[in-house]
Nanobody
């Protein structure tokens, strides 16, 4: 079994920062591209950022220049550094990854972590 667990969410004032973590555990052979998604109330789940196994990154236009995605392949861990947070960043943030285990590549989701930006 493979599990993704997010942490680091919380309440922060506008302009503040948070760092989200996503740790993968289980019988993992390899992790390919990793993603952060977010889902605001009443809205669809949207891609925020992605990082390949060789650390190539992409960002949605709404977070470019404010958020930084990174990973440590040896620790099977990914982070999302969020700076200059805005109320519109409020959402549940989900970790997602393409993981090879038991000879197959499967896409996995974490349980999500709430980020609330409010004064």
């Amino acid at each position: 079994q493979v599990q993704l667990v997010e942490s680091g969410g919380g309440l922060v004032q506008p302009g503040g920062s948070l760092r989200l973590s996503c740790a993968a555990s289980g019988t993992i052979f390899d992790i390919y591209t990793m993603y952060w998604y977010r889902e605001a109330p009443g809205k669809q789940r949207d891609l925020v950022a992605a990082i390949t196994s060789d650390a190539s990154t992409t960002y949605s236009d709404s977070v470019k220049g404010r958020f930084t995605i990174s990973r440590d392949n040896a620790k099977n861990t990914m982070w999302l550094q969020m700076n200059s947070l805005k109320p519109e960043d409020t959402a549940v943030y989900y970790c997602n990854a393409d993981i090879m285990w038991s000879g197959v590549i499967q896409n996995h989701w974490g349980q999500g972590t709430q980020v609330t930006v409010s004064s």
